[in-house]
C-alpha cells in the first residue's frame, strides 16, 4: 500500500509539515533511517526540540530510523534551536555530535513541525535535502522496527554557563528588561542566564506551551508585540521577544521597533572592519552605512541556512535577516542565536551605546514591510524569470533602473531606492519589498513593480 508521502514536506531551508497528516510515523521514520544513512551510520546524532505537543512523537520515530541506520542518539530534551545547535560545537560526556537534529515548526501554526538539520557543523539543505525526500518517496514502503533507545544529555547547562561567562561583565546592569517568550521555548535557558547575570527583568509567555494561547509567537508582525510594548512602556528600558524556537529576536525600544538590519549596524560598530553578510530584502542604508565605516557588506539569499554557508565561504564576522535571525562568528559559531543576540545588545548598552540615537543617526527612508503576493507552487519561480524578462525592455513610464541584482529573486536598484521580487522557498507566494529616500517614490516603485508581475502572471 502507498503511504504517498508529500514531495512538498522537504523545502530548501528544512523538512516541513503537518503533524500526523505529512509528519507522521511511516515518513518521519524513513526521515531518521535515511538521513542515518546519509550521515553513514556509526556517528553521533543529538535532537532537541520544541514546545509542541508532537514533538517528543516525533523524537520517537525519528529515533527509531536513526537507530535502524546504526547511528547513536543523543536526547537533549526541550531546548531552543541555538542550544540544539551548540551541541555541534562542545564534548558531551566524552562524545562529538557528528549532527543534530532541532525537531520545531519555529513560527508556524501549533498543527506543523518540521526539521532543522545540521551535519558536520554545516546546515543540511538545499540539493541535499531535496535528494533525501526523492530517497525516501522511492522507498516510501520501506518498515522501520520501532527502536527508541537513546541517551539523554544535558545541553542546556554548557550553554549556559558558557552565555554567563562570556557575558559576566553584564552583572547587575542596571536596565529594566522585557523579554516575550510567546509560549516558545526562548525560557528554558535564558531566565536562567539573567538570574546568573543578576539582571533585572519582566518576563511575559515564559511557559513553554505549544498550542502559543496567547499570542503567535512570530516578533516579526507587529500585533504579535502588543504586550511586550505595553510592558515596556509601563516599566522598562528595552525590551526583546523571540519566535517559537528562539532563533529569531525583535528588539524594541520606547522608539523604535529595530529590525534585524538596523541590528546588524549597531552590533557592527563592536567590530574592527568586519564582514557583514545580508540579505537581499536588507535595506540599502545598511550596506551602504557598513561600507561608510571601513566594514566589507556583502548581499546574498534569503535563509538560514544560505547564510551559514556563505559566512563559513567568506569568513564573515556577522550576518543579518530583516525578519530577526542575527548570525555571529565574531566570537561565537556562525550561527543564528536569539538569546546571544540579546545578551550582545545589552553588552552594547553596558558599553555606552544610546542604541536610540544610533538609529535617528541613520539616514532616513521610506520602506514598506514585505508584501506577499499569493500564486502557486508551479507558477513561482516562473514568474520571477517573466519578471526578469520584462525587465531587459521594461515599459516607457518604468522608473529609471540603475542596475538589477538577481541573487534571490530580482532587486532593482533606482536612483533613489529599490524594488525586490523573491520566490518564497516555503510558501506558495511571492515576497515584495520596497525602499526608497522619498515615500511617494517607494509607493510608486511598488505600484510600477507589481503591474511588471501582472504582466508576467498572465503570460504564464
Known amino acids: 500500500m502507498k503511504n504517498n508521502i508529500k514531495k512538498s514536506i522537504f523545502r530548501e531551508y528544512d523538512i516541513r509539515g503537518i503533524f500526523e497528516q505529512e509528519l507522521n510515523e511511516q515518513s518521519v521514520k524513513l526521515i531518521g533511517y535515511y538521513l542515518g544513512q546519509k550521515i553513514a551510520g556509526d556517528k553521533v546524532v543529538a535532537i532537541g526540540y520544541d514546545a509542541r505537543s508532537h514533538s517528543p512523537i516525533l523524537r520517537d520515530y525519528l529515533t527509531s530510523g536513526l537507530n535502524a541506520a546504526g547511528c547513536k542518539v543523543l536526547d537533549m530534551g526541550m531546548v531552543a534551536t541555538p542550544v540544539n545547535y551548540f551541541s555541534n560545537y562542545i564534548d558531551i560526556d566524552g562524545l562529538q555530535t557528528d549532527a543534530s537534529v532541532m525537531i520545531t515548526g519555529s513560527h508556524n501554526p501549533s498543527e506543523y513541525n518540521g526539521f532543522k538539520i545540521t551535519l558536520d557543523k554545516s546546515p543540511f539543505f538545499g540539493a541535499d535535502i531535496y535528494a533525501l525526500g526523492d530517497e525516501i518517496i522511492a522507498n516510501e514502503n520501506k518498515k522501520i522496527e520501532d527502536n527508541t533507545h537513546k541517551t539523554s544529555i544535558d545541553i542546556k547547562t554548557p550553554y549556559i554557563d558558557f552565555m554567563v561567562k562570556e557575558f559576566s561583565a553584564l552583572k547587575g546592569l542596571n536596565k529594566k528588561i522585557v523579554i516575550d517568550a510567546g509560549n516558545g521555548v526562548a525560557d528554558t535557558v535564558i531566565t536562567r542566564i539573567f538570574d546568573a547575570l543578576d539582571l533585572t527583568y519582566e518576563g511575559l509567555y515564559l511557559e513553554p506551551d505549544g498550542t502559543f494561547p496567547n499570542h503567535h509567537p512570530d516578533p516579526s508582525e507587529e500585533k504579535n508585540l502588543v504586550d511586550v510594548k505595553a510592558a515596556l ?10 519566535d517559537g524556537d528562539a532563533d529569531r529576536i525583535a528588539v524594541l525600544t520606547h522608539k523604535h521597533n529595530i529590525k534585524g538590519d538596523q541590528l546588524a549596524l549597531l552590533y557592527a560598530m563592536k567590530m574592527d572592519k568586519p564582514t557583514v553578510i545580508g540579505e537581499v530584502k536588507c535595506s540599502q542604508v545598511m550596506y551602504d552605512e557598513l561600507e561608510r565605516r571601513g566594514a566589507k557588506a556583502i548581499m546574498y539569499k534569503t535563509g538560514h541556512s544560505n547564510l551559514k554557508v556563505k559566512m563559513k565561504e567568506t569568513h564573515a564576522d556577522l550576518a543579518c535577516e530583516v525578519s530577526g535571525h542575527i548570525f555571529f562568528k565574531h566570537r561565537y559559531f556562525g550561527y543564528d542565536d536569539a538569546i546571544y543576540a540579546t545578551l550582545r545588545l545589552l553588552e552594547l548598552i553596558h558599553d555606552g551605546i544610546d ?15 514585505e508584501l506577499k503576493v499569493e500564486t502557486t507552487e508551479e507558477e513561482k519561480f516562473l514568474i520571477i524569470d517573466k519578471v526578469k524578462a520584462l525587465l531587459k525592455n521594461p515599459p516607457k513610464d518604468f522608473p529609471k533602473i540603475k542596475n538589477i541584482i538577481d541573487v534571490d529573486g530580482v532587486r532593482i536598484n533606482f536612483d533613489k531606492g529599490w524594488g525586490l521580487v523573491r520566490a518564497s522557498n516555503t510558501t506558495p507566494v511571492l515576497v515584495t519589498r520596497f525602499e526608497s529616500t522619498d515615500e511617494a517614490l517607494a509607493k510608486t516603485y511598488e505600484k510600477e513593480v507589481n503591474k511588471l508581475i501582472v504582466s508576467a502572471k498572465e503570460s504564464l
Open 233 to 242: 512602556a509601563k516599566n522598562g528600558d528595552i525590551a526583546f521577544a523571540y
Open 355 to 369: 542604541i536610540d540615537a544610533e538609529i535617528d543617526a541613520l539616514p532616513p527612508v521610506f520602506s514598506t514591510e
